[in-house]
């Protein structure tokens, strides 16, 4: 399953997408929306439905994190069911769930459905908050504030 962006994406972050002088590709902004998906906690497969993939490996410029994200992807989905990190058994069976190193991205087709879904749940987790930046600078600016605002919105769910 190859990686997709919201559907909406496009329109929601027009002004911000038109400038490539920062995001210079359609991963620069799933990368973006995912980390405040992951950081959120927010999930959803609703905006990825029957939309076509942009790539279906990471990038190189995304290829030296790729470990780190599935890291925090593994972390996400242990604290979304609830799995207590010395309950080895669950903790390994949901590695195994989520990664498979024979893999070019190292992820199942599960896991990288969990990424979409990740992404996809992070550019909701924006839109809701009214995030409507018209230039790259302010997006930036108002970015670090709203993932500051995901972590928060994440621990108040615990």
């Known amino acids: 399953m190859p990686y997709r962006l919201h559907k909406d994406i496009e329109n929601g972050l027009k002004n911000v997408l038109d400038d490539k002088s920062v995001l210079k590709t359609q991963f620069d902004v799933y990368y973006l929306c995912l980390l405040v998906g992951l950081a959120s906690g927010t999930k959803t497969n609703q905006g990825v439905t029957g939309v076509q ?12 994190v790729k470990h780190l994200l599935i890291g925090l992807l593994i972390v996400s989905e242990i604290r979304y069911f609830g799995i207590s990190m010395t309950d080895k058994d669950k ?17 199942t087709p599960v896991g990288i459905e969990l990424l979409n879904a990740y992404a996809c749940g992070g550019y909701e987790f924006l839109r809701d908050r009214e995030f409507e930046s018209s230039t790259i600078q ?18 108040s769910q615990a």
């Open 91 to 107: 903790v390994r069976s949901e590695i195994r769930r989520i990664v498979d190193p024979e893999r070019v991205d190292d992820l």
């Open 53 to 64: 993939p942009f790539i279906d490996h990471f990038t190189d410029d995304y290829r030296p």
């Open 138 to 155: 302010d997006f930036l600016r108002e970015y670090v504030e709203m993932v500051e605002l995901a972590v928060e919105y994440r621990r």
